[in-house]
């Protein structure tokens, strides 16, 4: 499923890209317009889910990218929700982490106003984080931004007149009311609450490698007598490991 891992710097930051074997289509229907801007559509989010999943799944079981199998568990709690996450208001936005490269050519604008499909071509791998990287490929025109968007008014009917209802609030039950809240508010909370969790995870995963990296300058530097301590209440069994591999 995976091609040769390449390792790449961007800045200070180094990371690795680990492109597909094959291209992975979404199988969506996106609208793209003029600017160039694909518009985010809650709707596909589910098949972003999917494909996040089997994708971390199939990197637990690969014999050669990783020089010590990782659990899935380990995989997930690094990785930015894939495709889309959600402003206070619920309207949908692309995560900062799905990144999407156009290979067709847009510069006369041949293939604005249209519709596109995302293809997973390369996941990229940080201590901290697992993003995608996604071809945006095109389907077909815009046959909707082609249409005669007029706005027909109908003619008001004179024999046809409004009754005045005055007794409504005579009749409204205050007490037994039921308050609905929105599915799609619900789901977006969840998914903002999550965020949330992962970042707060990955800014301990940082810290703790920072500690560690502070640890082993330490003992680098000073010489510490056996009745001193070392860092022992704070150091796990996977630490130890890390260091002793490093």
């Known amino acids: 499923?995976?091609?040769?891992?390449?390792?790449?710097?961007?800045?200070?930051?180094?990371?690795?890209?680990?492109?597909?074997?094959?291209?992975?289509?979404?199988?969506?229907?996106?609208?793209?317009?003029?600017?160039?801007?694909?518009l985010p559509e809650a709707s596909v989010q589910e098949k972003f889910a999917k494909l996040e999943f089997t994708i971390l799944n199939e990197l637990t079981k690969t014999?050669?990218?990783?020089k010590n199998k990782p659990l899935y568990e380990s995989l997930q709690r690094i990785t930015p929700q894939w495709g889309m996450v959600y402003d206070t208001d619920g309207t949908p936005h692309w995560n900062e982490y799905t990144e999407k490269e156009f290979f067709f050519d847009v510069k006369e604008g041949a293939y604005t106003n249209c519709i596109v499909d995302l293809e997973l071509i390369g996941i990229l791998i940080t201590r901290s984080t697992i993003s995608p990287k996604f071809a945006v490929k095109f389907v077909e025109q815009d046959t909707q931004s082609m249409v005669i968007d007029f706005d027909w008014q109908a003619?008001?009917?004179?024999?046809?007149?409004?009754?005045?209802?005055?007794?409504?609030?005579?009749?409204?039950?205050?007490?037994?009311?039921?308050?609905?809240?929105?599915?799609?508010l619900i789901a977006k909370e969840k998914a903002d609450a999550k965020e949330q969790v992962k970042l707060l995870f990955r800014t301990a995963d940082e810290a703790r490698q920072n500690a560690l990296d502070a640890m082993k300058n330490f003992f680098g530097k000073y010489e510490v007598s056996d009745d001193e301590s070392q860092f022992s209440d704070w150091i796990t069994d996977d630490d130890e490991s890390t260091n002793s591999e490093a």
């Open 1 to 38: 499923m995976f091609g040769v891992p390449e390792r790449r710097a961007d800045g200070n930051n180094v990371y690795f890209y680990v492109p597909m074997a094959s291209p992975k289509p979404l199988g969506v229907r996106l609208r793209m317009n003029s600017k160039l801007t694909i």
């Open 63 to 66: 014999e050669t990218l990783f």
């Open 155 to 184: 003619p008001a009917n004179p024999a046809k007149e409004i009754e005045e209802v005055n007794d409504l609030e005579a009749v409204a039950d205050t007490k037994n009311t039921l308050t609905l809240r929105s599915p799609a």
